[in-house]
């Protein structure tokens, strides 16, 4: 097929927008195949396995932007090309305004701004440990969303930020507020006095989505990173956190929520919670202590009804009214060919937590792996984003997904979740409604049950991904622990025999 | 830690510009950095420009 390539020297692009790119050129008719990457050796392997580039051929630079467009003829690929080019020239037009002058490092963004009190880095990761470094050096709070940091630059780095006193968030932290401010991933929600503690993103999301909904507001949300309980980290974090809530006058209550602390750590969170002198709720997801939240669900519901001064019971999912007749009433109208579920999650603690309830009911779960009868496959992992957009950001590679799950003779349900909120895709429910009704039009497949993060405030309507999923004949629950469990119901119907 | 109770937040944002627009978008004041890889991306170059900053200290 006609192919055609152009390097543009020098031209730094963030990934977000490459992606943004390659989809908006991706969609021009007769174009098949896009790419629009930076020129690194890993990119080049990408390009190379999409018939792009040439065996043997040398790549450009790491800060040379490669554009390649197979299309039906040479001409819309050189065409498409152009366009590519005008795209960038004028969002980088755009981006640099007479009033809006964009510095090339730290030290310029704080002589012209010496009042920032926090970075955001997003770099990659390779770069991302130095560029911390220096701006916890200049007395900055840190928001690290990249990811492959080696944890003794974490350990390092947060050893420096509790030295002056500052907070590190990450690395590989997706969402944190801070003082009514939501960073990276994250739904609109009202401040309040719910100050939180969460390893790293759709956790934390997911929690204080269902606390605006129970009316309770945030007033922090600290993203610690998924390894901070880990023996290496120790906690180093998770601990400052503490003690920046103990001492903040708008948190009434706290909420950490984590996977299991390491056995060598757990001792000193432990004696922190005990000495520490607000209420709070502790969810260790998959930890077995039952002073502590089991689900998320329960640990947002459990952190309601303490404020308001009452103890949280929580009910058993199985018993609730009509759900027996509804699962059996989607079990005649739906003959699905299998009894196996696949969960295809946009969100690593969404997850997680499906994985433990599915265990918990159903026997062995599998994790990111392509055999099992019932599979958890975690999208947002590094494994299933190379040179691909994250699934929260791009809903199609999910899309794609769903389509080939419903072919599959050995599922009963196809499991997931959908992330609203900002820097999240605008309508992601949109292209995996497609798929599935495309699905289900060809005839038997499984069923589909998931779960909606968001707020009304967040700028997607909730209501209406929600309703753009039913009507696709997606069964949407309440909450990620209630998707987990209609599933369990739907391939295993004694679990409401015995309730 | 408490500068950020008493000082409103101010953010500089190096990498994603997605992250700079959402917080304007709260009408947080944010400073977005045009960040590129230090030393044209050529590792055995970073190498060499870190351990001459590590001298600088």
Redesign the interface.
Known sequence: MPLARAVLPSFYQDSVKLMRLAREIGEKKGVSEVAALMGTPANHEIMLQAGLAEDGEAYAGSNDLVLAVEADTQELAYEAIEEAKAFLTQTRVAGVGASDFLPSGLAGALAGAPESNLAMISVPGAYAAKEAMDALRSGLHVFLFSDNVAVDDEVALKREAIERDLLLMGPDCGTAYIAGAGLGFTNAVKPGRVGCIAASGTGLQAVVSQLDALGEGISHGIGVGGRDLSAEVGGLMTLHALDFLSSDPETEIVLLISKPPDAEVLPGIEEALENFDKPHVVCFLGAENPDWAETLEDAGHAVATVLKGESYEPENFFAQAGLKERVASLRMEEETAGEGILGLFSGGTLAHESRLILEGLLGEVSWNEAAGRHRILDLGDDRYTVGKPHPMIDPESRAEMLSQAAMDENLGVVLFDLMLGRASAQDPAGPLARAIKEARGKGRSPHFVASVVGTADDPQDVDEQVRILEDAGVVVLPSNTQAARFAAALVKPELLEDV | ?????R??????????????D??K??N??V????????A???PHLLEIL?KLEELDR
Not at chain 2, 1 to 5: E, T, W
């Open positions: 830690m408490k500068d950020l109770r000082k409103p937040l101010r953010v500089v944002n190096l990498g994603l510009e997605i992250f700079a959402e917080l978008t709260q947080v004041p400073t977005h950095v045009r960040w590129r890889p230090p044209g991306g050529k870190e």
